[in-house]
């Protein structure tokens, strides 16, 4: 983390200085955000990274969320948790699934199938976790809460109408308060975060399609006493007659989730009309565990609640001009709980168009950059309900004989990339290159996450993960891989590099602004930290920074000998490779380092000139 970059500033760095307008609620803003779940909260805390962007959150409840909901946190959100600076808390606070087991019915009755890893290795440095959704809800408040407009959510906003219209704020919402009255508030863009009943999509215009059938699904956080062996692991339980179960280990050593599939509703029909009791809940999960006993204790939270298979014809409004309105995660798409996906998929949207936003609105991108969000996350939320069917059916099916078996653990595993979403990819765009120069970075998938690796740093030999330096800034990072022999001197290929970018780096850059403040350069060198000197770097390398002109000594690595991110990620150790990274840590294109026209032409596609 740099700080003290425009003087020194005492107490905590993560604050950022508050502006005079702090913690006001203007009528007008650039976004408003309808919802507070993990999808608004995601937008909103990578709008309140940049002081200049005015924001609200207009949340219906009265208060923020204290229990219940999803709790799964695939290593990819991790990996976002820490570009907004979170992840370390969430890492302290939260379950860590490890192994996963299989349980089935056999002569002798119900017995453990198989045991495997969850994660494989090297998928991500991150794990796989469970944490209450409440809990994150509360990380992001504060990550919010600590911007420079200091924003809260405006609780008690129940959302009514939406309009589009003309002029600077062509949005105008209108909320109903708790004592009855109305308030409205206009805006650039409004998101429609507002979960699976959105009335921003009503607005907009569109419906969730899909399958009709609706599966009912029952949920119980429990504390509680047994003799089941695996009631510390993932554990997915299938009975000959009396249906199946997941079983979730929760945070905090005790607390513990029980996923029961139930019926399929009629046509019509709500989850709310079947009555479903915890008591109801904790027999059928006792009757599935048999013969185990389950004594359960405490019934912390429990809900029944329905899932359709359905995903939005467009997550914008694009039908109407140039998108105003968006929606993100349950509002454009429903699946079930079984692949963990709701809260994760949800937040990847947010993500995914919060740094656009950002860039059309500080006057960097073209406004067609946010047609791309639509584009990129209706086409995975396709995937995701294809593939949480297959799920459902396999995990409902009875299991008939060992091929069965082998398929449904054989599925898991095969998907268990999938599940911790690091397989989204995103076709080729405006924003996303092809595949033309891959080989010179083989592990380094051109339209998937930036896959980190271990590096050291040069100026103070500290050992840290490459990806660690993707913040949630809005920068785009130029990684430079250096070919074998260069050590950054004049007339080699990265000091050339750096000659040819300067131009293009200034003519993206605001005047008076750093050099590395929309494209950010780095260097990653194949040499030994210690053979190489940080003052022999080229200044690009080295840029002067923040009202004091400082230098910045972050942007020069080495590879780690004990764990080489050029053997890792097979990077062309004789060629090296230019990974150009988006905002959001997805690797936009793989080039040569000689390619510094072919990246003008790609940012020329969607970037304004100052
Ligand atoms: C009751 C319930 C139980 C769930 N249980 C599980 C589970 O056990 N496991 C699992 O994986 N997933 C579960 N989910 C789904 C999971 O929580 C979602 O996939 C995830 O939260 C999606 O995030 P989101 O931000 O898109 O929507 P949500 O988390 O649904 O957030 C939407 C927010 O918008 C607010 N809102 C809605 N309408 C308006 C309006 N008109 N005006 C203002 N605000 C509005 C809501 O109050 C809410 O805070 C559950 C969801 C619900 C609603």
Redesign the pocket.
Known sequence: MQYHQDGFRPGDPALAPAQEEAGSAPEAVDVLV???????LTLAAQLSRFPEISFRI????EGP?LM?????LACRSLEMFQAFGFAERVLKESYWVNEVSFWRPGPEGLHRADRIRDVEEDLSEMPHVILS?ARLHDFYLELIASGARRVTPDYG????SVLRGEGTHPVTAT?RLPDGSESQIRARYLVG???????VRGAMGHSLKGEAARQLWG?MDILAVTDFPDIRLKAAIQTEDRGAMLIIPREGGHLV?M?MELDQLAEGERAADRAVTPDLLVARAQSILAPYNLEVREVVWS?A?EIGQRVCDAFDDRDQGPPRLFI????CHTHS?KA????NV?MADAYNLGWKLAAVLRGQAEENLLLTYSDERRAKAKELIDFDRDMARLFAAKPKGKAEEAQFQHYFKKHARYTAGVETRYDASLICGLETDQTLASGQIVGMRFHSAPVIRLADARPLQLGHILLADGRWRLLAFAPKGDEGAAGGVVASLCDALQPLIARFTPEGADSDSLLDLRAIFQEEHRSLEITRMPPLLRPRVGRLGLTDYEKVFCADPADDIFDRRGIDRARGALVVVRPDGYVAQVLPLTATDRLAEFFEGFMRRP
């Open positions: 309808v919802g507070s779940g993990p999808a608004g207009a949340e219906r409840r969320l219940g909901q999803a709790d799964g959704q906003h129940e959302l009514i909320f975060c507002d979960g699976a009943r959105s009335r949920v989730r996923y809900s609640y993100a995660g349950d509002a709980p963990g996906q709701g809260m949800s």
